[in-house]
Structures are given as C-alpha cells and as structure tokens.
C-alpha cells in the first residue's frame, strides 16, 4: 500500500513534523522477537538522533534495553541496585511510548491498510501499560507491592512489544521506502528527547495535544530526574546516565 502521507524528521517551527510523499517498497525484512539481544549502541552515537537506518531497529532496541532493565530488576535482591533499574525502566518506557504515539502510530494511520484500527489498538494498550507503570514508578524496591506490580506490568508490556515486532514494524516497512523509514527513526529519537520521563495517563495519546501537554510536564519530569538514582553510563548505552540523558 502507498503511502500518502508521512512524517518525516524535519521538524517544523509549531513542532510538528513535516509531509512527504514517498514510494512503496519493494522489500521487507526479517523480524527479530522479544529476548534475541542487539549489540549495545556505539558510544560514539549517543550525540545523534537517530542512529539507526530503520524505524524497526529504533523501536526493538528501545525494547532489548526494557527487557535488559527488566531482567537486572528480577535477578537481584539489593534494593538499592533494583531502584536504579526501576529508574531506567520507567525512563526508558514513558520516552518510548510517546514517540511511538506522535511518530509511528501516526504513521502506521497514514501508510499501512488497516493502520487505523492498529495505531488504536496500540494506543489503548498504551494506556493500560501507563496506568500500571504509573502504579509502578510509585513503588519502592523494599515494597511487598513491587516485584508483582513490575510482573503484570512486564507481562503486558512483553505482549505488546512481540505485537509490534511481528506484525506493525513489518508491515510499515513493507509500505515506505528504506529513506522514509530512517526519517521515522530521526523523527523517533527526537521525540524521546523531548517526551516527559515518567508515566502520565492523564496526557493525551495522539498529537497535536499530546505534543503539547508533553512539553509542559517533561521540564518537572527532567528537573525532578537529577535527584534520582540511575545505572552507571556505561552500563548499557542509551540510558540515563549517557549524555541524551537526565544526568
């Protein structure tokens, strides 16, 4: 299906993105599922946005990086090792989900048959997955409450991640050309940088409101950052301690 209208990475001066019209591709990709683990990104892409070629491989690697937080959390029984995972974990997946809403789901409306319907169904598990991680970030490690809070959370969240992979990241990239893609993923990474860094429900889910109400809760979300505790930088790349980050 061609695509008529697309985001693309210029940003425009009411911060909204720009249109295009690209051609169909002719070529689709393999996709990978939840627990197969990408390298780490090079250090020396961390001042980019946007390193990545394809719209895909922005998304799963923001999911590599939730399933290795995750992962750290479950493993370990030092509270104080827990929080700052808990940290990342909630950083990383607010940033996440509303790039995906002001940039690839819009896209996914625009570019794929059908793409209405999935860019709203995502959208409700969003929310689902923002009310529990809202419950979530509330929690201390020590808590009796947080190790099942962060199960139902990550059993809703690993659904949805798989979903995408399989079937939405797939049949976007079948309908854009491999540079329509890549715009995407710049259009993606600017967005992370910009979205507040923790769970609001109450914000709305598409543009032009979501951008808006967004960019006056990130300030306090990224003021309220510099007293929390965080991972080492190099720990694993992209997280908050590198420098896109709120250290």
Excluded at 173 to 181: L, V, Y
């Amino acid at each position: 299906m061609t695509c008529l209208r697309l985001y693309s990475g210029r940003i425009l001066s009411n911060g909204m993105i720009s249109s295009r019209v690209p051609k169909p591709s002719r070529t689709s990709e393999q996709r990978g599922t939840v627990g197969q683990h990408w390298p780490e990104e090079p250090d020396d892409l961390l001042d980019h946005h946007g390193p990545w070629n394809k719209i895909s491989e922005a998304v799963k690697n923001d999911h590599r990086q939730l399933e290795a937080y995750y992962v750290r959390m479950t493993k370990s029984d030092d509270p104080a090792y827990q929080e700052e995972y808990q940290n990342a974990f909630i950083w990383k997946l607010s940033r996440h989900s509303i790039a995906e809403e002001i940039v690839l789901y819009p896209n996914l409306e625009r570019c794929v048959e059908k793409g209405n319907y999935m860019a709203s169904q995502d959208r409700h598990e969003h929310y689902k997955l923002k009310r529990e991680l809202k419950r979530f970030q509330k929690l201390r490690p020590s808590s009796p409450e947080f190790m099942p809070t962060l199960e139902r959370l990550w059993k809703e969240l690993k659904t949805h991640m798989q979903e995408e992979e399989a079937h939405d990241l797939v049949k976007l990239e079948e309908a854009i050309t491999d540079s329509k893609s890549r715009a995407i993923a710049d259009s993606f990474e600017y967005w992370k940088d910009a979205s507040p860094t923790r769970s609001h429900p109450w914000v709305p889910n598409t543009p032009p409101w979501e951008t808006v109400v967004g960019s006056i809760v990130a300030p306090w979300d990224r003021m309220m950052d510099k007293w929390r505790k965080w991972p080492p930088a190099e720990d694993i790349t992209g997280q908050p301690g590198a420098r896109s980050g709120p250290m």
